[in-house]
């Protein structure tokens, strides 16, 4: 592999590709990867667009038309309160985008800085971390998230209350792994070159340590959305979550779950758009995973 | 006398996603009884693969062809029963890493047992009695007890040496051993290939010895055969390949190794280019596109092997003949390059500013015991109390073995800080008066280079952000850095080209020449270069060697060169520091710490080195070192050395007391030679 990659390579002599061009070029040739980025960019898109084009809004009462099938009126029919599918559906999906995206992004950052932090720096700041992580996972999360939510009853704003508090309970686990590859990472050549060039410790964390474990860490973001938007969901359903009359694909499919026998375009809908979404959200963090990682299947070709 | 292992025309293929990968191509080779062959290529040439397919252990998707019969029975084809019933107890085999080949979970006794109850007819006990009677063969002190040892509890030269009573335990036929010393010590391997040789006379075994060591293979083989690229290029006796080698390969690797006896003031011959991929191989001889003997004929037809002057040397070269004509060496064929010499050359070593001094250096370790209430146990000294300098522009080498120090030595002057006790002073500043800026600032004099090429390199960075690292760490313009990344591509033999390909697409010379060119973009005085040459193949590793000795006189670089190769030390170094268990035991200028070693553990790690040329081998006396490494958390007192001191054991008692009584320091016993010992004398082992 060597000789062949080198000697194709002399006829371009001196022009560089930087890291995130060669990342992106190879993140482009997984085909699965890109049908999901479209997929997200295009969920994203409907949700922002689609609200102010569709004849009704999501907390719009239609009285008269109640759990109507779809038809010309309500192209997805209506729900028990006379409200429009369609329109419940895309706000309900921009709810979850925003919930599972924030909570994922939010615990992943949490969870690399507190874990890489413990194992790099060692000792009290070790101790300390561990501490907090332990208390963290002891104290049962639904019930002070349940707790929270029905303490702060005004309904403005409470996905993002319920988003700040999914995060601070899904950081534990992975802020663990964090450490513990972390500490094999530490001992490592490259480490310890970076160290002795000068390098300050934080660059030897973000440059060295967290992108030999993006893997994991991509992984873990994307679980992280799907996970975030389930457990959105459960709360939803208790009616400790997102609360009326804004909606989510979580209350959604939990009001729509009930009645799914007999009137089952309430629950298809945003059960078909929630598998979608996290189909796409996968396809890309396996994408990412392959373009960031030289040693993958795609590694030799780049 | 008929062979009893005979390989007639062998051919190994692996399929892969990139196409079959042909492992072994048309091998042959007779073995008798009581005949040791070596197989030496360089990593990927199908030496192992060649062993694994003799004991039916390769894998099941490998297609193999050609015959393997042992004592005129036909192996190929045979079903994995049938060749259990031949493996272990007709054939045997010692594997390379002795760390695990044995299941930690069983005693070594119940292993061995184990192996003797499948193939004969006996009863436990007496199967117990002849696994004792098999450790004391093999030179276990106490087996009765040790027998009831689980693996942890042994060193790697001992576990070595229960592999070997394995495998010796069925009496076999044939024993295949597998790089059996490269995961050992010198001192160690002196001690396994003893016991090897043991045991094959013991069992009047054939022995096929897989190696890429040249100077393990003269001292211990009948025959040789060369491989590359999947193919046998040269067969013949031991003294044949050694002194009258006809394939150019063969040549430059035993021309580009460096000597234990020979002093190195001049570069060594390189073997340009890496072996090839054997996924897809060009026509024509595997070797040509390295050979400067190639011709359009060795590009476009594949040699085959064919008997010399001699019928039992056979060579697959077109150019053998002119070759033994015409009395090539590898100087007339492979190129010498030249070597500027540094500045300072002809500078005296007293007037040289000193870049790096330490002075009464130690590093402890203590022993902790307990979980809640932690108290120590104990001390390991893993440096104690070490004096060393560097002068400008001079390679030091450091020199020992594995837990005597080099390199916790290493990691303490790269940390910068105040050490335990002692000091460290690099370029006339004492780093433990260093404010956190100036330890920065000093990054810039003292850099260095890692063993394992692929581990120093962050594998998720191309080459170009590698090598700019540095320099972006202390805040270099992009133009400048861009320019000053292409000059060290260019400084270390890299392609302007490479900057943006990932590490793993070289080869592992390729890698540590990132690596260098990474240690010096800040411009360094100091070099600390940790074992930068001993995971690289042998025709790889004198470009490296060349690369550092060219550097070094270019830009007046000063070395401290950790090895525990004493041969690439003698070539690199201008002084060398010998260690032993933390202290060094005796330091001075190169040549005359090779030529008059005064400290029996430097005279004895000496002998231990096989030198690659049979005649040297068959004739030198050595000095093997019985036993093990002592732990360093409970050292002999006195001197440390005495337990494991050949001298020692000839001294009368009252010397003995002495040395058990005081340590002995270190003492001038001529020019710029000093030893710690104090019954030294000067002896030849070369």
């Not at chain 1, 104290?139 to 704003?157: C, D, E, Q, R, Y």
């Not at chain 2, 890429?212 to 009948?222: C, F």
Request: some cysteine; aromatic content about 6%; overall charge negative.
């Amino acid at each position: 592999m060597t000789t062949d990659t080198i000697a194709e390579s002399t006829a371009t002599p001196r022009r560089r590709m930087s890291r995130s061009k060669l990342t992106l070029r190879r993140f482009l040739r997984n085909k699965m990867a890109v049908v999901g980025a479209c997929g997200i960019v295009a969920l994203i898109l409907i949700a922002i667009i689609t609200p102010h084009m569709l004849p009704w809004t999501y907390d719009q009462i239609d009285s008269g038309h109640f759990l109507k099938a779809p038809d010309g009126r309500h192209w997805l029919g209506t729900t028990q309160a006379g409200r429009d599918v369609l329109a419940m559906t895309v706000h309900g999906m921009s709810r979850s985008l925003i919930i599972g995206f924030t909570v994922a992004v939010l615990q992943t950052t949490i969870s690399c800085t507190l874990g890489a932090t413990a194992a790099y720096f060692g000792r009290w700041s070790e101790k300390s971390i561990m501490w907090v992580i332990d208390l963290f996972q002891i104290i049962p999360s639904f019930l002070v998230i349940a707790v929270i939510m029905k303490g702060h009853s005004t309904p403005k704003n409470s996905w993002l209350l319920l988003a700040l508090l999914l995060a601070a309970w899904g950081w534990m686990m992975t802020a663990r792994v964090v450490r513990s590859l972390t500490l094999s990472l530490k001992h490592r050549e490259y480490v310890l070159a970076a160290k002795y060039m000068g390098l300050p410790a934080y660059k030897i964390i973000a440059r060295h340590i967290l992108p030999n474990i993006s893997s994991l860490l991509i992984v873990d973001l994307t679980l992280g959305v799907g996970y975030a938007i389930l457990a959105e969901t459960g709360l939803s359903f208790f009616g400790f979550g997102v609360m009326a009359p804004d909606t989510s694909l979580g209350t959604l499919i939990s009001e729509g779950a009930r009645l799914a026998t007999t009137y089952p375009w309430i629950f298809s809908a945003p059960a078909i758009v929630l598998v979608i979404l996290v189909m796409c959200v996968n396809a890309v963090g396996d994408g990412l995973r392959d373009a960031l990682d030289p040693n993958s299947s795609s590694g030799g070709r780049a | 006398m008929s062979p009893i292992l005979s390989v007639k025309d062998l051919h190994v293929t692996f399929g892969s996603e990139a196409g079959p990968v042909r492992a072994v191509r048309g091998l042959s080779f007779d073995l008798e009884r009581g005949q040791t062959m070596a197989i030496v290529g360089e990593s990927g040439s199908g030496k192992s693969v060649t062993s694994l397919a003799v004991m039916g252990l390769h894998p099941d998707s490998a297609r193999i062809e050609g015959s393997i019969t042992l004592d005129g029975e036909e192996l190929l084809g045979k079903s994995d029963d049938a060749m259990s019933s031949i493996r272990g107890k007709r054939i045997a085999m010692v594997f390379q890493d002795p760390l695990s080949a044995l299941t930690p979970v069983y005693t070594i006794g119940d292993q061995i047992v184990e192996t003797l109850l499948i193939h004969s007819p006996m009863t436990k006990a007496q199967a117990w009695d002849r696994a004792v009677e098999l450790l004391d063969a093999v030179g276990i002190p106490d087996p009765a007890t040790r027998a009831k040892s689980f693996p942890f509890e042994f060193s790697g030269g001992m576990r070595q040496r229960v592999m070997i009573a394995m495998a010796m335990a069925n009496d076999p036929d044939v024993i295949i051993a597998d790089e059996p010393t490269t995961a050992l010590d010198v001192t160690i391997q002196a001690q396994v290939l003893e016991v090897l040789k043991k045991a094959q006379k013991e069992t009047g075994a054939a022995m096929i010895l897989i190696t890429h060591d040249l100077g393990v293979v003269a001292g211990a083989a009948d025959d040789v055969t060369v491989m590359y690229a999947g193919r046998p290029v040269e067969q013949g006796s031991v003294d044949d390949i050694f002194y009258r080698p006809q394939m150019p390969y063969t040549i430059g690797l035993l021309g580009t190794v460096p000597r234990l006896d020979h002093s190195g003031d001049t570069a060594l011959p390189v073997l340009e280019g890496t072996p090839p991929s054997v996924v897809s191989l060009a026509p024509g001889c595997p070797f040509a596109p390295r050979c400067p003997l190639a011709d359009d004929s060795c590009r476009s037809i594949e040699p085959e092997l064919e008997s010399t002057d001699s019928p039992s040397h056979r060579v697959a070269c077109f150019k053998a003949r002119e070759i033994s004509e015409q009395g090539h060496s590898h100087h007339d064929i492979f190129p010498t390059p030249a070597i500027r010499t540094s500045q300072y050359a002809d500078l005296p070593r007293d007037e040289r500013e000193t870049v790096l001094e330490l002075s009464q250096l130690r590093k402890h370790f203590p022993l902790m015991k307990g979980a809640l209430y932690r108290r120590q146990v104990g001390t390991v000294k893993a440096v104690d109390d070490i004096d060393l300098d560097i002068r400008r522009g001079e390679t030091v080498g450091l020199v020992g073995e594995s837990g005597s120090g080099k390199s916790t030595t290493l990691l303490e002057i790269l940390e910068l800080s105040k050490p335990q006790s002692g000091a460290i002073s690099i370029l006339g500043k004492d780093t433990a008066t260093l404010t956190r800026r100036q330890r920065r600032e000093m990054r810039r004099h003292i850099q260095v280079v890692f063993q394992d090429p692929m581990a120093a390199v962050d594998p998720r960075m191309p080459v170009f952000d590698i090598i700019a690292e540095p320099l972006g760490a202390f805040k270099m313009g992009k133009a400048e850095i861009e320019e000053r990344v292409f000059d060290l591509l260019d400084l270390v033999g890299l392609e302007a080209s490479h900057a943006d390909r990932y590490p793993q697409h070289f080869s592992g010379g390729q890698r540590q020449r990132i690596g260098i060119a990474r240690a010096l973009a800040l411009n360094p005085e100091i070099l600390v270069l940790d074992e930068p040459v001993s995971a690289l193949d042998v025709s790889i590793q004198a470009g490296v060697i060349n690369l550092l000795a060219d550097l070094q006189g270019r830009l007046g670089l000063s070395y401290l060169f950790v090895a525990h190769d004493l041969a690439v030390i003698r070539h690199v170094a201008d002084r060398v520091a010998v260690m032993y268990l933390g202290s060094i035991v005796e330091i001075g200028q190169v040549d005359e710490v090779y030529t008059r070693p005064t400290h029996p553990y430097t005279q004895a790690l000496m002998s231990a080195i096989p030198i690659p040329d049979p005649g040297v081998e068959r004739s030198r006396q050595r000095i093997v070192l019985t036993g093990d490494l002592p732990s360093p958390a409970n050292p002999p007192s006195g001197c440390a050395f005495r337990s494991r001191c050949p001298k020692y054991a000839q001294l009368d008692s009252a010397q003995q007391a002495v040395c058990a009584g005081s340590a002995p320091v270190l003492s001038s016993c001529g020019a710029d030679h000093r030893v710690a010992c104090h019954f030294g004398e000067a002896l030849t082992v070369l």
